[in-house]
Each structure stands twice: as structure tokens, then as C-alpha cells.
């Protein structure tokens, strides 16, 4: 069975960096993807879509918002995907959750499995 567990998510400071985990439990070989997506307080625009990877070639995608400030990487031997996040603004504040799919896109539609998400609050 598939699990996808985040963590490293917390309130911090505009200007400030922190970076997120994202561990994958019951995958059978290294051909997914895993996204990282987040939604804002109030939820209105739905789920937002960050950045991706392709586990198995280490492929990377970013949507405008993460350019530039954030970085996903990939552990493979520890079956965990990161999202280093630098340069915080108040508006990156949201719940951010790691899925896992097929294809490399930033379309939560194309996810099939997704984590529990974790707080991350940007403030002063």
C-alpha cells in the first residue's frame, strides 16, 4: 500500500527558509513522480501545484510561484523527496502536501496518491 508521510513544515519568519520532506512508503520501483502542491487559507483557488520530480531521473519541474526561491530534490536511498523553500513570503503561507503519479506534471489531477500536508505559515 502506498503512504506518502510530509514533515518539516512550521511558522517562520518573511526572508526565511525551511524545507520540507516528503517520504514514500510501498512504491515497487522508482518510476512516479512526486509533486509538491499546497493550498491557502480559505482554499479558494484550490489546490496549487509548486514543483515536481521524477524519482527515477531526477527530472524537475517548477511552476512560477516556487522559481527561483524553491528547490526539489530527491533521496533515493531514503525514498524522500525535499522542497527546500528560501526567501519566504507571507503569501507562501498554505498547507502543503507531497503526491505521487505517473507523469511529470504539476496538474493535481494526474496525482493519485497524496499525503496527510503540513502547515508551513509565513509571518512577523
Known amino acids: 500500500q502506498v503512504q506518502l508521510v510530509e514533515s518539516g513544515g512550521g511558522l517562520v519568519q518573511p526572508g526565511g527558509s525551511l524545507r520540507l520532506s516528503c517520504t514514500a512508503f510501498?512504491?515497487?520501483?522508482?518510476?512516479?513522480?512526486i509533486g509538491w502542491f499546497r493550498q491557502a487559507p480559505g482554499g479558494g483557488r484550490g489546490r496549487e501545484g509548486v514543483?515536481?520530480?521524477?524519482?527515477?531521473?531526477?527530472?524537475?519541474f517548477y511552476r512560477n510561484p516556487a522559481k527561483g526561491r524553491f528547490t526539489i530534490s530527491r533521496d533515493n536511498v531514503n525514498h524522500t523527496v525535499y522542497l527546500q523553500m528560501t526567501s519566504l513570503k507571507p503569501e507562501d503561507t498554505a498547507v502543503y502536501y507531497c503526491a505521487a503519479g505517473p507523469r511529470p506534471t504539476t496538474h493535481g489531477r494526474d496525482y493519485e496518491y497524496w499525503g496527510q500536508g503540513t502547515q508551513v505559515t509565513v509571518s512577523s
Open positions: 510501498g512504491f515497487t520501483s522508482e518510476r512516479y513522480t
Open positions: 514543483a515536481c520530480i521524477s524519482v527515477h531521473d531526477g527530472n524537475t
